[in-house]
């Protein structure tokens, strides 16, 4: 098979072209490496294209023709929520427009298996654990493009003969290797990281929530399992039995306070730097874990990894990193 993967450059993309290609698919990468790494994909094949650009449809259909793609698993998107907030219409020409170039590159191409990024960031406030079935109310515009991005899919689902998956990802941390480590310090653990390396306090957003130890408490996923889950979502999509359109929480169900969080990463990184407590940030939710049932049961997917093997994980890529500089 081969599987053409938008944003393989990037942190989780770079973990799922390295999955394919251990297994043996062809890949080939489309990132215009705004936030992506060439370093992270080897000898991998890439084109660099910016989906959002009016000529990327035509450009990403005769690479998809060049190639006799079979699948695409499209990741690239802006994923920073602030930054959604202060530039929403950017956001929604970028992952909306950007979809929408892979949906009329696969039309023209005969390209009929999508795996889509969605997010957890979908559901908004809703209770935990959430399933596939609760309300989506998203509180930012990153979350709005990843949620008309389903609807996009479902709708192109029922007229043009396209099987696609939407994985609505949880907290995706860790590394399989260093070469593959999370290097944006918007995510909280590279952050957290970053900020004991330099001797500064970690921060904590709130600790006045109603959870055990008042700090609000989210479902890490280890990228390794991640990148495991867009496998099996490509080979259920192949296999054609089942819906044309289907949506899966990609996350553990288990569910871990920042506290705690902070706690691990402080003893791994050697430190005892207390964290410094912040007020809450706006739209955070107090609790968001996976009902991780459906995945397991339709695809087979389960969580290899916990906490602490996820945070040891970025730890070492992060430690590996910071030896081999110059
Ligand atoms: N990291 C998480 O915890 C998390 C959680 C939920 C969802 N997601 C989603 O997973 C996907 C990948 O996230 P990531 O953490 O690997 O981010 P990342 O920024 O490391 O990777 C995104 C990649 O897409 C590329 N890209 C962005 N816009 C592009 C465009 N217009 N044209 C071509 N390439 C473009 C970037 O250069 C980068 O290589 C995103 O869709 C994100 O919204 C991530």
Known sequence: MTVLVTGGAGYIGGHVVAALRARGDDVVVVDDLSAGDASRIGDTPLERIDLAAPDAPGALGAV????????????????????SVDRPLWYYSQNIGGLLGVLEAAAHAGVQRIVFSSTAAVYGQSRTPVTEDAATSPANPYGETKLVGEWMLRDQSRTAGLRAISLRYFNVAGAANPRLGDTAESNVVPMVFARLERGEPPLIFGDDYDTA???????????????????????????????????????????????????????????????????????????????AGRIARELGWRPRYDLEEILASAWAARADRSTSLP
């Not at 998809?64 to 930054?83: C, F, N, P």
């Open 213 to 291: 130890d008042g700090t609000c408490i989210r479902d890490y996923v280890h990228v390794a399992d991640v990148a495991d889950a867009h496998l099996a979502a490509l080979d259920s999509l192949a296999a054609e039995r089942a819906e044309p359109y289907r949506v899966y929480n990609l996350g553990t169900g288990a569910g871990s306070s920042v506290r705690h969080l902070v706690e691990i990463m402080t003893r791994l990184a050697g430190s005892t730097i207390e964290p410094s407590v912040q007020p809450r940030r706006a739209g955070d939710p107090a609790v968001v874990v996976a009902d």
């Open 64 to 83: 998809m023709l060049d190639h006799g793609v079979d699948a695409v698993i499209h990741l690239a998107a802006r994923k920073q929520v602030a930054e």
